[in-house]
């Protein structure tokens, strides 16, 4: 069965850093594409950024170029995303999702599996 978990999500100031966790289990991670989403309060699911062990193929969302980072542990069965420089735009829900594609995409209608999320808040 797959499994997504999201942590790490919490408050900080503009301008500091975040590292969310997401836990997969029941897949081959490496098999698989991981992107990360978010949504904040009456906007739509956005894309952040998908990540390809297969190809070694990386997207990001406009918004978060230069500033977010996806990171993976394929033996620990883990990705994580990076966020640096955080704007309160940032604030929203964030989720990781899971399909067994090989392209990478930001469209969240693409993919399969997710995380039940994990709240970000920036606020001074």
């Known amino acids: 069965q797959v499994q997504l978990a999201e942590s790490g999500g919490g408050s900080v100031q503009p301008g500091g850093s975040l590292r969310l966790s997401c836990a997969t289990s029941?897949?081959?991670?490496?098999?698989?594409?991981i992107g990360w989403f978010r949504q904040a309060p009456g906007k739509e699911r956005e894309g952040v950024s998908c990540?390809?062990?297969?190809?070694?193929?990386?997207l990001y969302g406009d918004s978060v170029k230069g500033r977010f980072t996806t990171l993976r542990d394929d033996a620990k069965q883990m990705v994580y995303l990076q966020m640096n420089n955080t704007k309160p735009e940032d604030t929203g829900i964030y989720y990781c999702?899971?399909?067994?594609?090989?392209?990478?995409?930001?469209?969240?209608?693409?993919?399969?599996?997710w995380g039940p999320g994990t709240q970000v808040t920036v606020s001074s």
């Open positions: 999702a899971a399909i067994r594609r090989v392209d990478c995409t930001l469209r969240s209608s693409h993919y399969a599996f």
């Open positions: 990540h390809s062990t297969i190809n070694g193929a990386e």
């Open positions: 029941g897949f081959t991670l490496n098999h698989f594409l």
